[in-house]
Every structure is written in structure tokens, then in C-alpha cells.
């Protein structure tokens, strides 16, 4: 029996049963709203490193729609980053991402429906140094090129950031991964999101898990061109109770160049303190608060919202 056949008949079991999760509204999704009361802490730092308009293209240059501060926060409320064909950003947290039951984060992207979707790779890890990938499928057509009209069957996709629409985080369940080498599932500190190329041209496009191409709009030589990257939601954590509502505020961005955001629910008392233990911030306020420390020396300072510590860093 030729390879080819051989090929075929043990391959075709698999894309026969493997129809994942389907979109938004749909008995069956995984989607989970940026409002669901599963979600505990959000991203509070980025750095990124933009990809293309045009991988194809380079001289039409980068995209310019969004900043670092964009993906912090909650989903819906600072914008997007957008990445660019191959750009990609690692988001941090104040606290970090373990694995407990179920989905652990949730990645959002800002389709403006089910069916244009522009995806990403996901990976996570515990040091910010070596990263393990999400085992991405992509089992879409790819003997058309997707464009600018393309029409997606989330079913086809598991285990990548933009399956579903804005305001509706797809889920990453930390589990999956708990046979890689130098992962600690109980503290995950960073989370890299990575653009698909999604060019039918393989000298351009990118592969999923079992080699195959991934198929999404291509080209989009735009100022938002590539993943649209929203926000990252956290689940689980072991330093939030795994998923009890125990937090107390979130500081973002960390680090900053000195003005930084302070979010907790209802009226709150903050401190900052420099690490000679001066008192450089004395207030009460109510939900949200912008801290300004320009005017003090760059270096770690300690922020007491009702008398929880956390540290922050002014570069």
C-alpha cells in the first residue's frame, strides 16, 4: 500500500471527529464574557514587538493602533494592541496563573463577529524565559486564501486566542500542558500571545501543531493589521484562592515610567512607600486611581490599598 494511502486512511479518523467547540451563541461554545464572574485578576504589564502590515511587504512598515497599555486591564476598556503579521506580546500579572479546574485564563481579541476571526498562538510561562505553546488545530480549508470577506467555522479551530468574537475570551486550560519540561502549572507568570500569518502561501504562512497551514484574513495592510490583541483574564490562582473573588486591587501598568492605575472595587485607602519607607502617597478614593510618581527617583516602591502590600517598579 503507497504512502500517500497509508497517509490518508489513518489521518481521516481524525478530521472526521475533530470539530472543536463552536462560536458564540451556540449550544456547546467555550466562550466566556468579559463580565463572567470566573474571571478574578487581569494583565498588568506588556511588551511587545510588532510584526508586519505585510510580511509579504515589509516597506509598507508596522502597525500603529494601540500601545503597551492597551492589553492591561479588563477586556473592552483600554483598546486594542494590534500585532502585525508575526508580532507578538507577553502580558504579566500581579499575581500568578495556576493551573486548577478547567479553563485557567482567557484570551480576547475584538472581532467584530463570529466569522472574521484573526488568531494567535498562545504560550505560557514560569520564568519569562522558556515558553510552551498551546498544541494549536486548524483544520480550515486552505485551498482559498481568506480575505477581507472571510467567512470562519470556529469548529475547525481549538487552542487559538481569536476563535471568538469581541468581548468574549477564548479559554486556555493549563492541564493540557502539564507533561512539558520546566512549566510550573502552579505559577505561571507570563503569557505570550503570538500572531498567526494567515497566508495560504507557505513561504509566508504559519503551521499549527500537525504541520498544517493556518488560514486566516490575509492580507491586512492596515493600522490594525494582524491579532488585535484586547485582554488576558485570569481564572485561576493560587494566590487569589483558585478562583475565589479574594483579590483585592490591581496595579497596572507594572512597571511604569511613574503613573500607573489603581483599580479596587468601592472606597479604598492607598499608601505608597518608597523602599527607605517614606510615605510618598496618602489617599482615599473610590474605584480607580491614577498614582503619579514622576517626581520621585526611579526604583521599587510599595503600594498598601487597605492594608494589602504589593510592589511596583518605576523605570
Given at each position: ?5 497509508l497517509f490518508l486512511l489513518f489521518s481521516l479518523p481524525f478530521f472526521l471527529r475533530a470539530q472543536f467547540a463552536p462560536c458564540v451563541g451556540f449550544p456547546g461554545t467555550t466562550a466566556i464574557e ?123 479551530l481549538n487552542n487559538l486566542a481569536g476563535k471568538y468574537k469581541a468581548n468574549y475570551g477564548t479559554p486556555f486550560d493549563l492541564e493540557e500542558l502539564k507533561d512539558s519540561i520546566g512549566l510550573n ?131
Amino acid at each position: 500500500m503507497n504512502r500517500i494511502l497509508l497517509f490518508l486512511l489513518f489521518s481521516l479518523p481524525f478530521f472526521l471527529r475533530a470539530q472543536f467547540a463552536p462560536c458564540v451563541g451556540f449550544p456547546g461554545t467555550t466562550a466566556i464574557e468579559s463580565d463572567s464572574s470566573v474571571f478574578k485578576a487581569w494583565a498588568s504589564g506588556c511588551k511587545s514587538s510588532l510584526g508586519w502590515l505585510d510580511i509579504a511587504n515589509k516597506n509598507l512598515g508596522k502597525p500603529t493602533i494601540g500601545d503597551s497599555l492597551s492589553p492591561i486591564g479588563k477586556a473592552g476598556f483600554n483598546g486594542v494592541l494590534s500585532l502585525g503579521d508575526g508580532g507578538e506580546a507577553v502580558l504579566t500579572f500581579d499575581y500568578p496563573i495556576s493551573n486548577g479546574e478547567g479553563p485557567d485564563f482567557a484570551v480576547f481579541e475584538n472581532s467584530f463577529n463570529n466569522t472574521f476571526l484573526e488568531l494567535a498562538f498562545v504560550e505560557v510561562s514560569s520564568d519569562g524565559i522558556h515558553f510552551v505553546r498551546f498544541p494549536a488545530t486548524s483544520l480550515s480549508d486552505t485551498s482559498v486564501q481568506l480575505d477581507n470577506n472571510a467567512s470562519m467555522d470556529a469548529t475547525k479551530l481549538n487552542n487559538l486566542a481569536g476563535k471568538y468574537k469581541a468581548n468574549y475570551g477564548t479559554p486556555f486550560d493549563l492541564e493540557e500542558l502539564k507533561d512539558s519540561i520546566g512549566l510550573n502549572l502552579k505559577a505561571i507568570t507570563h503569557v505570550k500571545i503570538m500572531d498567526v500569518v494567515g497566508s495560504v502561501n507557505p513561504v509566508y504562512g504559519t503551521r499549527d501543531a500537525h504541520h498544517h497551514l493556518i488560514n486566516d484574513p490575509y492580507p491586512t495592510p492596515y493600522p490594525s493589521a494582524g491579532f488585535d490583541l484586547d485582554a488576558v483574564g485570569v481564572i485561576h490562582s493560587e494566590a487569589l484562592g483558585l478562583g475565589e473573588a479574594t483579590i483585592h486591587f490591581s496595579i497596572y501598568p507594572n512597571p511604569s515610567t511613574g503613573i500607573f492605575t489603581i483599580n479596587a472595587p468601592g472606597e479604598n485607602r492607598v499608601e505608597v512607600y518608597s523602599v527607605k519607607g517614606e510615605n510618598v502617597v496618602q489617599q482615599i478614593f473610590l474605584n480607580t486611581l491614577k498614582v503619579d510618581l514622576t517626581a520621585f527617583p526611579k526604583g521599587m516602591y510599595f503600594v498598601v490599598v487597605n492594608g494589602v502590600a504589593r510592589k511596583v517598579i518605576v523605570e
